[in-house]
């Protein structure tokens, strides 16, 4: 906790220094497990006083890339990515598409989330992926999750998600169906005892 010196009315205000959990995964705990995001990690791209916004990583839609090119009127023209899934990227703006991904680029409308990762929702992107002039890395989302100020804060706190700093190799490389598991490894820690883990990494 930082304590600030007194100003010219004497008092002296306490200001709690506020986790930051930008590029941090959130790895649902069991007591989600009912919910939209029951056994998902989600990428945290932007954590403020304002609130947060997440991409969830580890949960395919039944809607293959190539699809989603065609509704936008963008020919997809990389054999290999025609297959690859979509992703449901959480409960909010499920009619909009998010592209995670690595390297950052220049694209019209992108977050910056780190030096190397963004997150961007402008049309440019998904042209340059069509012509396999896009980023290495891309993971297509419908949606993602937010939360308002102090809420996501409130929500680990009380134990709903474990936290850590996040291995972009999880979410770009490794198989879906590996991502929690290997989420989880970052803490050391596996589902089967998820519920004796508490606090955060």
């Known amino acids: 906790m930082a304590i600030h010196a007194a100003g010219k009315t004497g008092k002296v205000p306490f200001k709690a220094e506020l986790p930051n959990f930008t590029n941090h995964f959130l790895i649902a705990m069991p ?9 998902t990690v989600t990428y ?8 947060a916004l997440g991409i969830v990583v580890n949960r395919p839609l039944d809607i293959k890339l190539e699809t989603l090119f065609s509704q936008v009127d963008i020919k997809l023209e990389i054999e290999v990515m025609k297959a690859a899934p979509v992703f449901f990227g959480g409960p909010v703006q499920t009619d909009r598409g998010f592209v995670l991904h690595r390297p ?4 019209s409308s992108t977050l910056k989330v780190t030096e190397e990762i963004g997150l961007t929702t402008s049309k440019d992107i998904l042209q340059a ?8 890395d891309i993971l297509m989302t419908l949606g993602y999750a937010g939360w308002s100020a102090g809420q996501l804060e409130s929500e680990v706190a009380q134990n709903a998600w474990l936290t850590v700093a996040a291995d972009p190799c999880i979410m770009f490389e490794m198989p879906i169906e590996r991502r929690l598991e290997a989420a ?4 050391g820690a596996n589902f089967a005892n998820l519920m004796d883990v508490a606090g955060h990494a």
């Not at 007591?31 to 056994?39: A, H, P, Q, W, Y």
């Open 31 to 39: 007591s989600l497990g009912e919910s939209v995001f029951g056994k």
């Open 44 to 51: 945290v791209c932007e954590h403020n006083d304002q609130g």
């Open 104 to 107: 950052l680029g220049g694209w």
């Open 129 to 136: 992926v069509g012509t396999g002039a896009g980023p290495d």
């Open 184 to 187: 989880m490894g970052l803490i």
